[in-house]
Every structure is written in structure tokens, then in C-alpha cells.
């Protein structure tokens, strides 16, 4: 059998090129099976030479996603379109949005709609307590991005694992933890939900099996890895949700722990959120072969290219998945094609990318896209909208009250876990 | 009590310690169907299955990072690594993941692991082959560091190492496998952490000895002890947290000390352990505190220069004289 990229692997096939981010691939997937056969072929013929790759594409990929030496940016799928191409995607994108909502539930519909405006909303207020000086640090905010974490955390149970980057405000938040924890957490007070202790890059609940925000690029690649390595030890049936950026994908420990999990069959779920810059490095200055989703096959993952802009494209490759998990103890990789439409940073100076391809990008911001399609259902109307956005709004609010009044940790805190079994040395009484 | 090598000795404590406990498992680079590249895992495979020894691919960051993800949801893994030289692969996991989890998660995800594997020199393996790496991870809190001299040591430590729920990085010397000793055969035999051990009792000088030191300090202490200087040597076998205590009891006795160890000078443990005794024994010292480390050079693959390398005998002896200013 032929994996879903037909380049020759045996990883299992998820949807074969029916996902409607089909049209966001790049060029090299866009082709009829046989055109993609030869190509392989080809591909292998001159696997190293590069620019043979290239002078391929072009000769197989339809015109309108070719990029043409003369093009300024190559680093956007909506970039590389004339605006045309823009308004056409987005028809698509709508259209296939439109034919999901039929499969999904009109309160669950609604609530992930209250979970991304709640996002979006927390993100803007944290932006601004950023700016009044009340959060200290690195502040990555998800503003673009919400249908990701929403929607691939709304495809599994709440026991089981998500892990995360440091970009991670909004996993928190779909995973359960209250704006109220999240937001003290940014604060730096003991209400946070790590006591003020990690801040926004490190959030944690154990009770909700929300295994942290890890700071160093790719850090938790391995250790969702092992996370999931665990639910197949113990023989429970918990999947492990693992996002991390694009740019992590360059590092060893995506590659490591990709060829564990498929070596050892463990039930992990990797999601490359690709929002296609790594802080101020576009996809394009740093990975040589960019078709993320493809690098699945060197492992014999099966993969699937996301739309990652519509909430429900991300929760049905999500289940798909996780539906593999739990039942084969298998692993995916999901390459996700997002955008953050703030900087990578509060501190970003954004010198890196132009206004106009933000604007472009926010043509298909994620959540006025799913507001549009519902309302087209009737499912939510203007009314309806004003009520989701005065309860979220409350409730941000509600989170920044908590956070300002929630007490600082107390100095004593400076010492304490720093061990679990902290020893006192000279002690002769045995370890428990 | 029977006669048995460091190397039986830390196969008896993995294998209790995994028959005690069915969410210890072992991971590394031929520990398995290869019964280990140094054969302390040998016969675990058989014994325990392949669910529970498990072989890896050269991968160390990935693995050392998978047991770390395991033991935040209740595995207590033991990570091998072939040699500590490839920890320096995983020293992300281990310092940015291992060490800090508890405190940046605010006390929720403890992660009781072991990463262990022979360390510092071995014979004529050069550079990349033949380095102390302790200083580095004792440089951590977060972290336990244990490094034992005698088979039994190996085993009381190991076994509770095995048990603590923290990160602990127990390194084995890679020469000191051979190495023979009495060792307890109950199953409950434990060695806590941070509890220095005084090899030899003596009242001139002391000798802060290590790992591959201690046999060393051993010999250096009876050569003097033929020419009247009576030397007590203490071994803190746990880096982390140092029993200073111990170290400092004996200062206050001999009033000279000298701190052996065969990993280089600059920024050593011997330089921790140099200034705590300076810091609270200050005014028992009749002499300064004498190092004798590892020279501060790239270990060399030439037998006469690797010898010249590690600290011997006579340096040891030679130390001692010259802080009892003789």
C-alpha cells in the first residue's frame, strides 16, 4: 500500500489527499497519483541533488502554487498566492467547514467556539497586563492559532495527555485549567497553576494530566514520547497529545523520538503546529525540505496535512488519530499550517515580515472563519455572538481580578520543591 | 556477606530493585539481547523480559527524554547510558527536564530516575572515552549525584537510588567493574544518600577520596602510615548533597586535608569540597587544603601519558607530606 504522500514508504494511509488542506499542500503533493509515482521515482533517481527537486516541481505542480523566483516571500501558503488564490481558499475552506459542522454536535459546536473567542480574549488581555508591566518574562500569546490547541484537544478524553511548547496559554486553557490558574500563573502569584513557579512557559496540572509547557525548542518531544511509552507499559488505553512549532522539527529530538515511537508502537500524537516563522526565521531560511507532514515517512508514521485554521479539519484529523492511539497504540504525526498573527513575543519588533502579510493571513482568522460558518448553519446568531462574548469577557476579567488579588508566593517557597526526597546530608537514618 | 565484583554487585541491586518494583524498567544501548556493553545487565533480559529491558537505538537525547516523560506519570525508569561520555548528548533532558520538573511545575511531577553508566577514565579510549563528568550534574539542584568506590557501596547505593523520587545520576568507574569486595546478600540492604563514609581512620591528615580515588588514598595511606603519618580517608560517595559534615568532623581532628580526585581542576568538586572545608574549618586548618586532581588536559591515548593523567600513589603521598610540612 501506498502512503498518503506516495513516496514509497508503508506508513498506514489516514485520509488519502481528502482533507481540504489538500490545496494548502506544497506543490510537490499536489499531483495525480501517477504524476506523484513518477516523481518519486524520479526523486529517488536524484535524491541528491537538490535543485533537480525543484526544477520538478515545476513541472508537475499547478501553476497557481508555484513560486516564481521573483516572489519576495515563499514563507506563507497564503503568501505564495496571488489574492485571487486568497478568496478561493478561503470559499474551500469555508465550504469544507461547512460540510464538518454536519458531523458534529450543535453544543459542542458552540463550545469550541466559546474556547477560541475565550482564548483569543485571554491572550489580548494578557497582552495588555504584559504592557502595564504586570507580567514579567517571555509572553508568547496564540492569537492565530486558536484552532489548534481547541480543536485537537476537544478530539480526546480528559485523561488524557497533553504536552506542550512554550507558546502553551491556550493548551492550558483547553485542557481545563481554569483562565483564573493561567492567568495568575502569568502573574507570578501562588494561585497560579504552578504556584507562580513556572510562569508562562511552564504551566502544569496533574490533576487535569496537563504535562507542562517545556521551554527549550523540541523538549518535549521526547518526553510526550515517554509519557505515551508509559500508557502502553501500564496497558492503559491514554493517548499523549504532543504540539510543538515548526521549527522544532529541525532539531534532534523530533527525529529521535519519531523513530522510537514507531519503532516501539507508542500511542503518541505529534502535532507541528507550523505557523511557519521560527521567532524571526521563516520556514523557508531554515528547513531544507519543508513538507513536514512527508518527513513521517523516513519513521513510517502516518501523517496527515491540516488545515490548521479550521477548528473542526483539526479536531477530525485529531480523532482519526487518536482513534489509531488508543486502539493500535500507533503514532501520527499532524502537520498543522497555521499562523501567529502577533509577534513571536511581546518583546517581537515584527522587523521580519510585512503588515500586509499578516493582513493576508488574518483574511482567515481561525475563529471569525468558524463564527461565519456557524452563523451560515444557523447555529449562533449576532444575538447568540454577543452572549459568548460577554461570558468570556466576564470571565477574563474574572482571571485578571483572581491574578492581581491572588497573593505572591511566600520566601519560603524560594526552597521548597526543589526535591521530592530532599536529603539532609550526614543523616543516617535509611531513605524512605 | 560474599566476594563479588562491583560489576555482580550492580546487577544484584538492578535486578531486586526490578523484581521489588514492576514500574522499574531499564533502557540503554545494549542492555538487553548484548547483556550489556559492560555486562552489568547481564542476565536481566531473561530474568525480566523484554517489556522491562529494553534495548535502544543510539539515540541518547530521545531516550534519556522518553524516561523522563515516564516518570512524570509513575515509572521509575533507569536509564543506562553505554558511558556517561554519551550523557553529554542528554544533558538537556537531564538539566532542563530531569532536574528542574518538580520545581517549575510548582511541586506537582516528581521524576524518580536513575541515569547511570560507567564514568571518568577508562584504558586507553583518548579524549571522548575517558572524562569525569560529575561536576556538571553536581552543579544542579535538582539532581542527587552518587558515585561509589567498593561493590557493596555500588549496590546499597543503587538499590537507593532506585527508590528516591528524585533525579539521581549514579556513575560507576569504568576501571573499578573488576574491583572485588564483600557485599550483604539481603534484599533490604540500602546505603542512604548523603552519608559519607570514612574508609580508613586516621588522626594526621585527611584524605577526601572518590570513586577511583579511594583504593588510590587507600594505598597512599598505608605507604605513610610506614613513614608515621596516620591518615584518615573519607569518601562522601553521594556528590549530591554532599555529606560535608562527615568532611569537616575530620578536619577538625587532623587539621590537614587533601581532596583527591582523577577529574580535572578547574571548577572540580574538589574545589567545592576545598571551599566548604574553608568556609567552616577555616581556623582548624594547620595547613591549606591541598588538591591532587586529573591533569587539565584532553585525556591522551598513550599509556605512558595516560598514566600521567591520573593522580597515583605517590602524588597522594606526596600531598600529604606537604601539607603535614615534611
Same mark, same amino acid.
Request: net charge negative; hydrophobic share 40%; with cysteine.
Given at each position: 500500500?501506498?502512503?498518503a504522500h506516495?513516496?514509497?514508504c508503508r506508513?498506514?494511509?489516514?485520509?488519502v489527499l481528502t482533507?481540504?488542506?489538500?490545496n494548502?499542500?506544497p506543490k510537490?503533493?499536489?499531483?495525480?497519483?501517477?504524476?506523484?509515482?513518477?516523481h518519486t521515482?524520479?526523486?529517488?533517481q536524484e535524491s541528491?541533488?537538490?535543485p533537480?527537486r525543484k526544477?520538478?516541481?515545476?513541472?508537475?505542480?499547478?501553476?497557481?502554487?508555484?513560486?516564481?523566483?521573483?516572489e519576495k516571500?515563499?514563507t506563507?501558503?497564503i503568501?505564495?498566492?496571488?489574492?485571487?488564490?486568497?478568496?478561493?481558499q478561503?470559499?474551500?475552506?469555508?465550504?469544507?467547514?461547512?460540510?464538518?459542522?454536519?458531523?458534529?454536535?450543535e453544543?459542542?459546536?458552540?463550545?469550541l467556539?466559546?474556547?477560541?473567542?475565550?482564548?483569543?480574549?485571554?491572550?489580548?488581555?494578557?497582552?495588555?497586563?504584559?504592557?502595564m508591566?504586570k507580567?514579567?518574562?517571555?509572553?508568547?500569546l496564540?492569537?492565530?492559532?486558536?484552532?489548534?490547541?481547541?480543536?485537537?484537544?476537544?478530539?480526546?478524553?480528559?485523561d488524557?495527555?497533553?504536552?506542550?511548547?512554550?507558546?502553551?496559554?491556550g493548551h492550558a486553557?483547553?485542557?481545563?485549567?481554569s483562565p483564573?490558574?493561567?492567568?495568575?500563573?502569568l502573574?507570578g502569584?501562588?494561585?497560579?497553576?504552578?504556584?507562580?513557579?513556572g510562569?508562562?512557559m511552564?504551566?502544569?496540572?496533574?490533576?487535569l494530566?496537563?504535562?507542562?509547557?517545556?521551554a527549550?525548542v523540541?523538549?518535549?518531544?521526547?518526553l510526550?514520547?515517554?509519557?505515551?511509552?508509559?500508557s502502553?507499559?501500564?496497558?492503559?488505553?491514554?493517548?499523549?497529545?504532543?504540539?510543538?512549532?515548526?521549527a522544532?522539527?529541525?532539531?534532534?529530538a523530533f527525529?529521535?523520538?519519531?523513530?522510537?515511537?514507531?519503532?516501539w508502537?507508542?500511542?503518541c500524537?505529534?502535532?507541528?503546529?507550523?505557523?511557519?516563522y521560527?521567532?524571526?526565521?521563516?520556514?523557508?531560511?531554515?528547513?531544507?525540505f519543508?513538507?513536514?507532514?512527508?518527513?513521517?515517512c523516513a519513521?513510517?508514521?502516518a501523517?496527515?496535512?491540516?488545515?490548521?485554521?479550521d477548528?473542526?479539519?483539526v479536531r477530525e484529523?485529531?480523532?482519526q488519530?487518536?482513534?489509531r492511539?488508543?486502539?493500535?497504540?500507533l503514532p501520527?504525526?499532524l502537520?498543522?499550517?497555521t499562523?501567529?498573527?502577533?509577534?513571536?513575543?511581546?518583546s517581537?519588533p515584527g522587523?521580519?515580515r510585512?503588515?500586509?502579510?499578516?493582513e493576508?493571513?488574518?483574511e482567515?482568522?481561525p475563529?471569525?472563519l468558524?463564527?461565519?460558518t456557524?452563523?451560515?448553519?444557523?447555529?449562533i446568531?449576532?444575538?447568540?455572538?454577543?452572549e459568548v462574548?460577554?461570558?468570556?469577557?466576564?470571565?477574563?476579567?474574572?482571571?485578571?481580578?483572581f491574578?492581581?488579588?491572588?497573593?505572591?508566593?511566600g520566601?519560603?517557597?524560594l526552597?521548597?520543591d526543589?526535591y521530592?526526597?530532599?536529603?539532609v546530608?550526614?543523616?543516617?537514618?535509611?531513605?524512605? | 556477606?560474599?566476594?563479588?565484583?562491583?560489576r555482580?554487585?550492580?546487577?544484584?541491586a538492578?535486578?531486586?530493585?526490578?523484581l521489588?518494583?514492576?514500574?522499574?524498567?531499564?533502557?540503554g544501548?545494549?542492555?538487553?539481547? @548484548?547483556?550489556?556493553?559492560?555486562?552489568v545487565?547481564?542476565?536481566?533480559?531473561e530474568?525480566?523480559?523484554?517489556?522491562?529491558?529494553?534495548?535502544?537505538p543510539i539515540?541518547?537525547?530521545g531516550f534519556?527524554?522518553?524516561?523522563?516523560?515516564a516518570a512524570?506519570?509513575?515509572?521509575?525508569?533507569?536509564?543506562?547510558?553505554?558511558?556517561?561520555?554519551?550523557?553529554?548528548?542528554?544533558t538537556?533532558?537531564i538539566i532542563?527536564?530531569?532536574?528542574?520538573?518538580?520545581?517549575?511545575?510548582?511541586?506537582?511531577?516528581?521524576?524518580?530516575?536513575? *541515569?547511570?553508566?560507567?564514568?571518568?577514565?577508562? *584504558?586507553?579510549?583518548s579524549s571522548?572515552h575517558?572524562?569525569?563528568?560529575?561536576?556538571?550534574?553536581?552543579?544542579?539542584?535538582?539532581?542527587?549525584?552518587?558515585?561509589?568506590?567498593?561493590?557493596?557501596d555500588?549496590?546499597?547505593?543503587?538499590k537507593?537510588?532506585?527508590?528516591?523520587?528524585?533525579?539521581?545520576?549514579?556513575?560507576?568507574?569504568?576501571?573499578m567493574?573488576?574491583?572485588?569486595?564483600?557485599?550483604?546478600e539481603?534484599?533490604?540492604?540500602t546505603?542512604p544518600?548523603?552519608l559519607?563514609?570514612v574508609?580508613?581512620?586516621?588522626t594526621?591528615?585527611?584524605?577526601?577520596?572518590?570513586?577511583?580515588?579511594?583504593?588510590v588514598?587507600?594505598?597512599?595511606?598505608?605507604?605513610?602510615?610506614k613513614q608515621?603519618?596516620?591518615c584518615?580517608?573519607?569518601d562522601?560517595?553521594?556528590?549530591?548533597?554532599?555529606?560535608i559534615d562527615?568532611i569537616?568532623?575530620?578536619?577538625?581532628?587532623?587539621?590537614?586535608?587533601?581532596?583527591?580526585?582523577?577529574?580535572?581542576? *578547574?571548577?572540580?568538586?574538589?574545589?567545592?569540597i576545598?571551599?566548604?572545608?574553608?568556609?567552616?574549618?577555616?581556623? @582548624?586548618l594547620?595547613?591549606?587544603?591541598?588538591?591532587?586532581?586529573?591533569?587539565?588536559v584532553?585525556?591522551p591515548y598513550?599509556?605512558?601519558l595516560?598514566?600521567?593523567a591520573?593522580?597515583?600513589?605517590?602524588?597522594?603521598?606526596?600531598?600529604v607530606?606537604?601539607v603535614?610540612?615534611i
Open positions: 500500500m501506498q502512503c506516495f513516496c514509497g506508513a498506514p494511509v489516514l485520509h482533507n481540504v488542506a489538500y494548502q499542500r510537490t503533493q499536489q499531483q495525480t497519483v501517477s504524476s506523484a509515482l513518477v521515482a524520479l526523486k529517488r541528491n541533488r537538490r533537480v526544477q520538478m516541481s515545476k513541472q508537475t505542480a499547478p501553476s497557481e502554487m508555484s513560486t516564481g523566483p521573483g516571500s515563499r506563507g501558503v503568501d505564495q498566492n496571488p489574492l485571487k488564490a486568497v478568496s478561493q478561503l470559499k474551500t475552506v469555508k465550504q469544507e467547514q461547512k460540510h464538518r459542522v454536519d458531523d458534529v454536535d453544543k459542542t459546536l458552540i463550545e467556539y466559546r474556547q477560541m473567542l475565550l482564548v483569543r480574549r485571554f491572550e489580548e488581555k494578557a497582552a495588555e497586563a504584559y504592557s508591566g507580567i514579567g518574562g517571555f509572553c508568547h496564540y492569537i492565530g492559532q486558536e484552532a489548534v490547541a481547541i480543536g485537537a484537544i476537544s478530539a480526546i478524553r480528559t488524557d495527555y497533553v504536552l506542550t511548547s512554550y507558546r502553551e496559554h486553557i483547553a485542557k481545563g485549567i483564573d490558574a493561567v492567568m495568575a500563573e502573574f502569584k501562588s494561585g497560579g497553576c504552578s504556584h507562580g513557579k510562569g508562562s511552564h504551566m502544569f496540572d496533574r490533576n494530566n496537563f504535562l507542562g509547557g517545556h527549550i523540541g523538549g518535549q518531544i521526547p510526550a514520547t515517554g509519557v505515551a511509552f508509559a502502553k507499559y501500564k496497558g492503559t488505553d491514554q493517548v499523549t497529545l504532543c504540539f510543538f512549532g515548526e522544532a522539527v529541525n532539531q534532534g527525529h529521535e523520538s519519531l523513530n522510537m515511537a514507531q519503532l508502537k507508542l500511542p500524537i505529534y502535532i507541528c503546529e507550523n505557523n511557519q521560527g521567532m524571526g526565521t521563516s520556514l523557508d531560511r531554515a528547513m531544507s519543508q513538507n513536514i507532514a512527508e518527513k513521517a519513521y513510517e508514521i501523517s496527515e496535512f491540516v488545515d490548521g485554521m477548528v473542526l479539519a484529523a485529531t480523532a488519530a487518536v482513534e492511539a488508543r486502539k493500535d497504540h501520527t504525526l502537520e498543522v499550517r499562523y501567529r498573527f502577533m509577534g513571536h513575543s511581546m517581537d522587523s521580519y510585512t503588515r500586509a502579510e499578516i493576508k493571513h488574518q482567515r482568522d475563529v471569525k468558524f463564527f461565519s456557524l452563523k451560515e448553519k444557523g447555529i446568531d449576532d444575538a447568540a455572538l454577543a462574548e460577554k461570558s468570556v469577557r466576564e470571565e477574563v476579567e474574572h482571571a485578571l481580578r491574578a492581581e488579588e491572588s497573593p505572591s508566593p520566601p519560603e517557597e526552597y521548597t526543589v521530592s526526597n530532599p536529603i546530608p550526614g543523616n543516617r537514618a535509611p531513605n524512605k | 556477606m560474599a566476594v563479588i565484583t562491583m555482580e554487585a550492580l546487577n544484584q538492578l535486578r531486586e530493585e526490578m521489588r518494583d514492576q514500574n522499574v524498567f531499564l533502557m544501548e545494549e542492555v538487553a539481547e @548484548y547483556q550489556g556493553a559492560y555486562k545487565t547481564k542476565g536481566l533480559l530474568a525480566l523480559g523484554p517489556k522491562r529491558v529494553i534495548d535502544t539515540t541518547e537525547l534519556a527524554g522518553l524516561g523522563v516523560g512524570m506519570v509513575g515509572l521509575r525508569p533507569i536509564i543506562e547510558f553505554m558511558t556517561f561520555n554519551f550523557s553529554i548528548l542528554a538537556d533532558q532542563n527536564s530531569a532536574a528542574k520538573m518538580l520545581y517549575m511545575s510548582g511541586g506537582q511531577f516528581k521524576i524518580p530516575i536513575v *541515569f547511570r553508566g560507567p564514568g571518568g577514565s577508562a *584504558f586507553q579510549v571522548q575517558s572524562q569525569a563528568m560529575e561536576s556538571w550534574f553536581a552543579y544542579f539542584p535538582g539532581l542527587k549525584v552518587v558515585m561509589p568506590s567498593t561493590p557493596a555500588a549496590k546499597g547505593l543503587l537507593t537510588s532506585i527508590r528516591d523520587d528524585d533525579p539521581v545520576i549514579f556513575i560507576e568507574q569504568e576501571r567493574y573488576g574491583n572485588k569486595g564483600d557485599v550483604p539481603d534484599p533490604e540492604f546505603i544518600l548523603g559519607a563514609d574508609k580508613r581512620e586516621g594526621d591528615a585527611t584524605i577526601v577520596a572518590r570513586s577511583l580515588m579511594v583504593p588514598a587507600l594505598k597512599a595511606a598505608e605507604q605513610l602510615e608515621g603519618i596516620s584518615e580517608v573519607i562522601p560517595r553521594t556528590i549530591r548533597p554532599l555529606d562527615t569537616v568532623e575530620s578536619v577538625k581532628k587532623t587539621n590537614r586535608v587533601v581532596v583527591a580526585e582523577e577529574s580535572h581542576p *578547574f571548577c572540580g568538586v574538589a574545589a567545592e576545598s571551599m566548604e572545608i574553608m568556609e567552616r574549618a577555616f581556623d @582548624y594547620d595547613a591549606p587544603v591541598k588538591r591532587v586532581s586529573g591533569v587539565d584532553p585525556m598513550a599509556k605512558n595516560e598514566a600521567l591520573i593522580p597515583d600513589v605517590d602524588q597522594l603521598v606526596a600531598a607530606r606537604e603535614s610540612y
